[in-house]
C-alpha cells in the first residue's frame, strides 16, 4: 500500500508542473527505463557468455535448437496429461 501511495504522490505532484516539464519527465523516466533495460540485456549476456565458456551450454543451429525446444514442449505436455 505504501509504494501506491507513494505513486500517488508523485502523480499528484507531476501533475502540478506545467505541460512542458510534464512532458520533460516523461521524456527522463522514458530514457533512464530504457537505460534500465539495457543494462539488464548487457547484464544477462555476459552470464550467458561466461556460462557458455564453462561449457554449460553447447553450439547448436537454429534447427537442432527449435527441436529440442519442440521435443522439450512435447514432454512437458504428455507428463500434464
Do not use: C, H, W, Y
Request: zero cysteines; charged letters at 30%; glycine letters at 2%.
Amino acid at each position: 500500500m505504501k509504494q501506491l501511495s507513494n505513486l500517488d504522490r508523485v502523480l499528484d505532484a507531476a501533475m502540478e508542473l506545467p505541460l512542458e516539464q510534464q512532458e520533460m519527465l516523461v521524456q527522463i523516466l522514458t530514457n533512464r527505463i530504457i537505460e534500465s533495460r539495457r543494462d539488464e540485456i548487457a547484464s544477462d549476456a555476459a552470464a550467458s557468455i561466461a556460462e557458455f565458456r564453462t561449457g554449460r551450454f553447447k553450439v547448436q543451429t537454429a534447427a537442432e535448437t527449435i527441436q529440442e525446444l519442440r521435443e522439450d514442449l512435447s514432454n512437458s505436455n504428455a507428463a500434464d496429461v
